[in-house]
């Protein structure tokens, strides 16, 4: 079990131009959720999928940011275009089933936007 | 909407002492998940606590349920330096929102 694989691990960029971020849910993994972390607003929840459908995007901060599922093994946020506040650690996590189930997360991504 | 209050934000503690993280809801849980986040790394699933008044042991680490299930609390006991980082509870609703706290970060002075 290789676990969430998210790529890149750091990403630098300028202000302006678009972020893809990627992640890999681990093999059998029905739900997939990006969050991302600041030490000011710490862990949020910015979208999920359960079988690679948007359930709820409530916490995609503006129409700069969106998140794409086209199957069950791939995942890709994108941020068109950056904004320094837009620097932070994202974090993918897949879990098997659905309330309760426990979240495996990958090892992020950080981002800083200059 | 729901909230998960989490104190204290940090936590200073000599090693070899005790101390406990507590989470409050304002609305009834499902159930509630405690997370811990190393420096630098990410988020690892501990436990899970499902049914009122649950009491959970790993270790040293003891986990409570509040009989309400609004509240949870995690309990070090005999602190050691592995113990550093950052740990989070989770709650989750009838409806499968899941709420993270924004966590104790917890610091040992050897």
């Known amino acids: 079990d290789a676990g969430v694989i998210q790529s890149p691990r750091h990403e630098v960029t300028e202000m302006g131009q678009e972020v893809t971020l990627r992640c890999k849910p681990i093999?059998?993994?029905?739900?997939l959720f990006w969050y991302r972390q600041t030490m000011m607003r710490g862990l949020e929840l910015l979208i999920y999928?359960?079988?690679?459908?948007?359930?709820?995007d409530s916490g995609m901060p503006e129409d700069r940011f969106s998140a794409k599922m086209p199957n069950a093994s791939f995942s890709t946020l994108k941020i068109q275009p950056s904004e320094p506040r837009d620097s932070a650690v994202y974090f993918c996590?897949?879990?098997?089933?659905?309330?309760?189930?426990?979240?495996?997360f990958g090892n992020g991504t950080r981002l800083t936007v200059t | 909407g729901q909230q998960v209050m989490q104190i204290p934000q940090y936590q200073h503690v000599q090693e070899g002492e005790d101390f406990t993280t507590y989470c409050n809801s304002s609305?009834?849980?499902?159930?509630i998940q405690w997370y811990k986040q190393r420096p630098g790394g990410h988020p690892v699933f501990l436990i899970q606590?499902?049914?009122?008044?649950e009491v959970k042991k790993q270790k040293r680490l003891t986990f409570q349920f509040g009989e309400a299930k609004k509240n949870s609390s995690l309990h070090i006991t005999a602190t050691q330096t592995t113990d550093v980082g950052t740990y989070f509870c989770?709650?989750?609703?009838?409806?499968?929102?899941?709420?993270f706290g924004a966590g104790t970060t917890v610091t040992v002075r050897a």
């Open positions: 606590l499902v049914k009122s008044g």
């Open positions: 996590a897949s879990s098997l089933g659905a309330s309760g189930s426990p979240l495996h």
């Open positions: 999928f359960n079988n690679n459908v948007p359930i709820d």
């Open positions: 609305t009834t849980l499902s159930n």
């Open positions: 093999s059998g993994h029905d739900y």
């Open positions: 989770a709650g989750i609703t009838n409806d499968y929102k899941l709420s």
